[in-house]
């Protein structure tokens, strides 16, 4: 049978469904690009956005009409609310939280038989047997860039966020199993490794004086990196400002293979709303954070994420993010308007802000970006730039690659043996959120080809 899967969300979702893969390939099942012909066709859905969760209803209504015409079971995991996961109940065949992955060909074999839920107060559901998943290998998507989940789920509750009810409480996954991972990956040649969590600094947290902190495993993996000899950078994904310590800093300064590029949500740069957001962190925390890193990683990137128009956000308490963006000239900001979530605190309060004033507050964000990012991004120009190529880009005729930090830049060349290899580009030109160069190492990748 030919099965076909859908992948919504972020990152860890992206990882997951690189398990999902493997547990069918290895089962007998056969991938296939085209939905229409597959038998099994599966989602992997994200509660944390309302848009997100319309498109699982989208495809659903169409796979079922699917169903009077031929032969089709339909499966439903991922970061789901348990609201939004028992409506899902009856319009899917199979639905299963991803701790039962292995389980999934069974299920399957049973056409709709899901696990049932415990629902003691006591017992996470998310979570229970999470390692059992963690040991399935995945089938990776790329054959250079690679995402390794090191946590699962969240205990900061921030009141807009809904991952601590798809996801559950945090769960550090063992370091013996990330290191291996990561030292197997290096072996085959990969050159970008991210490490996922919902909030990776905690690493570590939930079993201390049974594992290495965040920075220990950072540093474990830097010494790796050093008897490899390898070429290859290492990214983590996302931190959180509380659990953000100088140790952090000084290994990713430390040791070559740690990518110097540093994603700190920021979320908003009022006091005030930070409370509201319950974020459990202050902006003169964020602040010695960000100062701590242009001091001892001088050269690195900074990003972050930003809510606009969160529930009773004032006019000066918005000018405060944007003075927060001026202040810290961020090289590049995920700034999403607020959408209240089912299941997350903030859904029980009166969303007050009008959409027409949120997109406002996104283009006056998206503009500060620009103003910063564009001398930032000039200053490069005559550099010559290590990058890692990672495919062609929309301009014809050019390949689009980024820098350790993760800036974009597209050069003038249509060699796909580059994709996937590290190259020396020299910047010519640049706008606010992208550069163009022109290889600068053209003999030394031309004796590597042959």
Request: with cysteine; hydrophobic share 35%.
């Amino acid at each position: 049978m030919k099965y076909h899967l859908i992948t919504l969300g972020c990152q860890m979702n992206l990882s997951d469904g690189e398990r999902v893969t493997s547990v069918l390939d290895e089962a007998g099942y056969t991938w296939t690009d085209n939905e229409e012909e597959a038998g099994l066709i599966g989602i992997l859905a994200c509660s944390v956005r309302q848009k997100a969760i319309d498109k699982v209803y989208s495809r659903i209504s169409k796979w079922n009409k699917w169903k009077n015409n031929k032969n089709l079971v339909t499966f439903l995991s991922g970061c789901i609310l348990p609201n939004d996961h028992e409506k899902f109940l009856k319009l899917f065949d199979i639905t299963f939280q991803m701790k039962d992955l292995p389980k999934l060909p069974e299920m399957i074999g049973q056409y709709g038989i899901t696990t049932p839920r415990n629902l003691h107060p006591s017992f996470d559901p998310h979570n229970e047997n999470i390692e059992e998943f963690w040991h399935v290998q995945p089938a990776y998507q790329s054959s250079f860039e690679a995402f390794i989940p090191i946590q699962n789920g969240c205990d900061k509750f921030c009141t807009f966020c809904a991952v601590p009810y798809t996801r559950g409480r945090e769960v550090s996954r063992p370091s013996k199993d990330i290191i291996a991972e990561v030292a197997l990956l290096v072996a085959q040649g990969y050159k970008s490794i991210t490490l996922l969590g919902q909030n990776v600094n905690s690493y570590g947290l939930d079993k201390k004086g049974e594992e290495i902190t965040f920075a220990q495993l950072l540093a474990e993996i830097g010494e790796l990196g050093n008897r490899s000899k390898k070429e290859f950078w290492v990214y983590f994904t996302s931190p959180h400002p509380r659990d953000m310590n100088e140790d952090v800093i000084e290994v990713i300064s430390k040791y070559k293979v740690l990518g110097k590029q540093i994603h700190l949500p920021m979320q908003s740069g009022d006091d005030k709303v930070l409370m509201h957001m319950n974020r459990k962190h202050n902006m003169e925390r964020y602040r010695s954070i960000v100062h701590a890193i242009r001091r001892i990683i001088p050269e690195a990137t900074l990003f972050t994420d930003i809510i606009v128009g969160f529930t009773g956000e004032t006019e000066e308490q918005f000018e405060n993010t944007r003075l927060a963006m001026e202040e810290f000239k961020f090289n590049m900001s995920y700034t999403a308007i607020y959408s209240p979530r089912p299941g997350a605190t903030s859904h029980r309060w009166v969303d007050d802000i009008p959409i027409e004033e949120k997109k406002r507050r996104l283009h006056v964000l998206t503009n500060e970006l620009r103003k910063h990012n564009l001398p930032y991004n000039k200053s490069l120009i005559g550099r010559t730039m290590r990058v890692l190529v990672r495919g062609t880009d929309r301009k014809e005729g050019f390949l689009s690659s980024h820098t350790e930090g993760k800036l974009i830049i597209r050069f003038t060349s249509e060699n796909q043996y580059l994709i996937g290899q590290f190259a020396d580009v020299k910047i010519t030109s640049a706008t606010d959120f992208s550069m163009e160069g022109e290889l600068a190492n053209v003999a030394a990748l031309q004796t590597i080809m042959l």
